[in-house]
T-cell receptor
């Protein structure tokens, strides 16, 4: 099955700076990579996703990049704001499977 | 739409007790799943279902049972709770044709003493 590793486990940035979270996956046939944001006391919420036929995707201050050769993908948040403080999870779906495999999460703290 | 709902929000059990965590969705999603979230371990899949009457095991199924008698409901049963089952449990659902976008419920926090 798929194995997803996520780094760093914690990340602290100053407001207005950029934040980058990186994930690697094991199954070269994986074709879908979502990112979820989890605020305190709530369930994870999808913020952006990317499929294996695309190298980069942007949505306002959030972008995701995918390197299929190296089997890693990254979340980029620009101009960070205090409301970006949360736990972020990456995930991957192995080819031919329904289920997602999640990374271990990154606690992002945006300091004023 | 209420989305994905879970009850209860919080539960305390004694070792050996049984209970059922409820999950319901009103989006007519075929795919439903249960995850547990533990510190430093992310979200781990317990069981999942691709439709009424069909269930399968995930990464950590031991100690848990599920059933799917309707499209809307996917309860998770703990037959004999153990302290190792102390965790936060999330239910999620999605369409099969677009199963990638999984919608999560608010979670149930379970403490087993």
């Amino acid at each position: 099955g798929e194995n997803v590793e996520q780094h760093p486990s914690t990340l602290s940035v100053q407001e207005g700076d950029s934040a980058v979270i990186k994930c690697t996956y094991s199954d070269s046939a994986s074709n879908y990579f979502p990112w979820y944001k989890q605020e305190l006391g709530k369930g994870p919420q999808l913020i952006i996703d990317i499929r294996s036929n695309v190298g980069e995707k942007k949505d306002q201050r959030i972008a995701v990049t995918l390197n299929k050769t190296a089997k890693h993908f990254s979340l980029h948040i620009t101009e960070t704001q205090p409301e970006d403080s949360a736990v972020y999870f990456c995930a991957g779906r192995a080819g031919g499977e329904n289920k997602l495999t999640f990374g271990t999460g990154t606690q992002l703290k945006v300091e004023l | 739409n209420a989305g994905v709902t879970q009850t209860p929000k919080f539960q305390v059990l004694k070792t050996g007790q049984s209970m059922t965590l409820q999950c319901a969705q009103d989006m007519n999603h075929e795919y439903m799943s249960w995850y547990r979230q533990d510190p430093g371990m992310g979200l781990r899949l317990i069981h999942y279902s691709v439709g009424a009457g069909i269930t399968d095991q995930g990464e950590v199924p031991n100690g848990y049972n599920v059933s799917r008698s309707t499209t809307e409901d996917f309860p998770l049963r703990l037959l004999s709770a153990a302290p190792s089952q102390t965790s936060v449990y999330f239910c999620a659902s999605s369409y099969m044709s677009d199963q990638e976008t999984q919608y999560f419920g608010p979670g149930t926090r379970l403490l087993v003493l």
